[in-house]
């Protein structure tokens, strides 16, 4: 503080103190983030292979772990499907009808970002689960891992795309029609390649989301091994039994499937995106 | 209400009929009947799945917490296991979001405004615990700072527990809720500019100085809402703190915990009655995240 005023008179020293504020700030980040991130990830990584290539890969061939990652990886699959056409269709409503109560659904959409995943199980326990008053109960079957998972992905794609549809020009979707293209045309052909680096995006946080979720589902889905036990239950698991070499294996291949769909949908967005300019 | 229904019929009548011919006007009042169609079957698909899925779901538990009357509500609130998991929660996102929140206005200004080596690297840390799954998190810190970690036995040694006890849920909590600040306060930043703060400098002003009176003025409502939603994962954080903490009933039990013990010995109302508490948090969040929407909207407008 001292020297930075000392040297607010000569313009060619200011950098100096910004300077060395800024090394100070790199470095007191880099030791917060080194904390919480870096060194537990390198730890993750070095226990994953303690035991050499054939622990790890004894580790996620288990036949459990083989269960637990499929299902996690179809449920997530089939989910982010449903999420891309139904977080579409409420984004498209919410921007395009005008109907009462408007305001209050477009605020209650970021309930499940808001609500804690645990909450979230109890919520569609209440409802979906023993007892249920409408005679539904899919708790302990794989129909709830597909639900919870539904719930916490709600809000990704509903609001990756309502602000690239509040900007597409409506004018281009009435031209098209003026000039005689059915309402399915314009949809297929104006309105869906524009929205489609928005929807990706979407798909991808949820993807992300979906693959490591846990509090939802500890409670709905009773955690029966090859039936409805998810990747991130399973790791839950081999934690709880000590076996910690094990659950890092498993979790490092999760991670990995989540940085590799990433990629790939970022990737493939991007591309779309230069495709329609 | 009626007023937006009456508008809504005005615009779509608008760039139509009036001034047509008349041979056309049939076949327009087909198309206007179908586009009408076609928005009321959209607007019932996405309403109905929005209620099946989030709106019933969500009021069931309130009923179901208040079938009873209130007096088991209360007894369930006032049980001093609940009482415990409550005030660590609140403890916990007391030292954690503060935490977070100075280092990701740190972050945001580095990996907006600094120019140096390895900055990709940092935003990819930072963004980070994004993609990694809470019980990983939890898993990945155990194996750092646990008994049999890589710092267990100097921990030991300085008489220092991190794992099984509350430094570990703060950790926990803070890796989980990290991006939020540094995500949503580098847009505004970058809108932001560095025109003021450049004048600012030249005005002879510390670097402090413009940090204080230029910078963070400007971008507060980002930080605000960085805050809210750190906040909100904060207070329902589960999987990693459930690893970490060991579930110490009285202890190390915060309330998202709780609702789970509850519910494993099936105490029903004790569940449903911290889930509510939880979820009333959560909808005062998303209240406060709309009010702030709005204000920064009213902003931009103006």
Request: aromatic share 8%.
């Amino acid at each position: 503080m001292a020297a930075g005023s000392r040297a607010g008179g000569a313009a060619g020293r200011l950098r100096l103190p910004a300077h060395a504020g800024s090394a100070l700030g790199v470095g007191m980040l880099g030791i917060y983030l080194s904390v919480l991130v870096l060194l537990p990830v390198a730890a993750l990584v070095a226990k994953s292979s303690t035991g050499g290539t054939d622990a790890f890969w004894r580790a996620i061939t288990n036949p459990e772990a083989v269960a637990a990652i499929k299902l996690t990886l179809i449920a997530t699959g089939i989910v982010v499907l449903i999420n891309a056409v139904f977080g579409t269709l409420i984004a498209w409503v919410l921007v395009r009808d005008d109907f009462r109560g408007k305001q209050v659904v477009n605020s209650v959409i970021d309930l499940p970002f808001a609500l804690p995943t645990i909450v979230a199980g109890v919520v569609l326990l209440a409802l979906y689960g023993k007892g249920s008053p409408i005679g539904v109960n899919v708790a302990f079957t794989r129909l709830s891992v597909g639900l919870a998972l539904l719930f916490v992905t709600l809000p990704f794609v509903v609001r990756s795309v309502q602000p690239v549809l509040l900007e597409l020009d409506i004018a281009m979707e009435e031209a098209a029609a003026s000039l005689g293209a059915r309402s399915w045309t314009v949809l297929r052909r104006i309105v869906l390649p524009t929205l489609a680096p928005a929807i990706i995006s979407g798909i991808a946080l949820s993807f992300a989301r979906a693959v490591g979720e846990f509090g939802s589902l500890v409670l709905i889905t009773g955690n029966l091994p090859f039936k409805t036990e998810a990747g991130s239950v399973y790791i839950f698991g081999q934690v709880e039994n000590d076996n910690l070499p094990g659950a890092a294996a498993v979790s490092v291949i999760l991670l990995a499937a989540a940085i590799v769909v990433l990629g790939a949908l970022s990737f493939a967005s991007r591309r779309m995106s230069r495709h329609v300019q | 209400m009626s007023s937006s229904g009456a508008g809504a019929a005005a615009v779509s009548n608008g760039p139509g009929g009036v001034a047509r011919r008349a041979p056309t006007h049939d076949a327009e009042r087909a198309a206007e009947r179908a586009a009408r169609a076609r928005k009321l079957t959209a607007r019932t698909l996405a309403l109905g799945y929005l209620t099946l899925l989030l709106l019933a779901p969500v009021a069931m538990i309130f009923y179901r917490t208040f079938e009873h009357g209130l007096a088991p509500v209360w007894d369930s609130i006032t049980a001093p296991n609940a009482q415990h998991a409550f005030w660590l929660t609140i403890e916990v996102v007391a030292i954690a979001v503060p935490l977070n929140t100075a280092f990701g206005i740190g972050m945001a200004l580095l990996l907006e405004r600094g120019r140096f080596r390895g900055k990709g690297l940092l935003g990819l840390l930072v963004d980070l615990p994004f993609a990694i799954s809470p019980v990983v998190v939890g898993l990945s810190l155990v194996l750092v700072y646990g008994k049999t970690g890589w710092f267990g036995d100097w921990l030991t040694e300085q008489g220092f527990q991190i794992i099984f006890s509350v430094p570990g849920i703060v950790l926990a909590t803070a890796v989980v809720s990290l991006p939020f600040v540094a995500r949503e306060t580098i847009p505004v930043l970058r809108e932001l500019g560095t025109d003021s703060e450049q004048a600012a400098e030249t005005l002879g002003a510390s670097p402090w100085q413009t940090f204080w009176r230029v910078t963070l003025p400007g971008i507060r409502w980002g930080v605000v809402y960085g805050v809210v939603l750190t906040t909100a994962r904060a207070l329902g954080e589960f999987g990693a703190v459930s690893i970490v903490s060991g579930r110490i009933e009285g202890q190390t039990q915060t309330l998202p915990l709780y609702v789970q013990d509850r519910f494993e010995n099936f105490d029903s109302t004790g569940a449903y009655t911290a889930a509510v508490v939880l979820a009333l948090l959560a909808m005062g969040t998303l209240l406060a995240m709309n009010l702030l929407t709005r204000r920064t909207r009213r902003r931009i407008g103006a």
